[in-house]
Nanobody, 123 residues
Framework: QVQLVESGGGLAQPGGSLRLSCAAS????????MSWYRRAPEKQRELVAT???????GYADSVKGRFTISRDNVKNTVYLQMNSLKVEDTAVYYC?????????????????WGQGTQVTVSS
């Protein structure tokens, strides 16, 4: 089993910054990729940013130049640095990890989700 614990959400003003963290723990054999998704009110959940085990990153067009995804392989933690926040960034942010467990590493990659953390951007 893999558990993801998110933190760092909260209230920020437009133009401000927040840093989200997601720590993975449990019987982890390997991690293929770590991602951040978000769901704004009355909208579909969307992919915000992804980082692979090779360090390649990808971002949604709406956050390019403002958000930065990074990871700490020792701590199995992924971060999302959010700068120049906009009101439209308000959403619940979810961490996603593609991983293999130590118990059954021969199985395909499985997706694990964090509990979600609220980010509110308001003046």
């Amino acid at each position: 089993q893999v558990q993801l614990v998110e933190s760092g959400g909260g209230l920020a003003q437009p133009g401000g910054s927040l840093r989200l963290s997601c720590a993975a723990s449990g019987s982890i054999f390997s991690i293929n990729a770590m991602s951040w998704y978000r769901r704004a009110p009355e909208k579909q959940r969307e992919l915000v940013a992804t980082i692979t085990n090779g360090g390649d990153t990808g971002y949604a067009d709406s956050v390019k130049g403002r958000f930065t995804i990074s990871r700490d392989n020792v701590k199995n933690t992924v971060y999302l640095q959010m700068n120049s926040l906009k009101v439209e960034d308000t959403a619940v942010y979810y961490c996603n990890v593609q991983a293999k467990t130590s118990i059954r590493p021969y199985l395909p990659w499985s997706n694990y989700w964090g509990q979600g953390t609220q980010v509110t951007v308001s003046s």
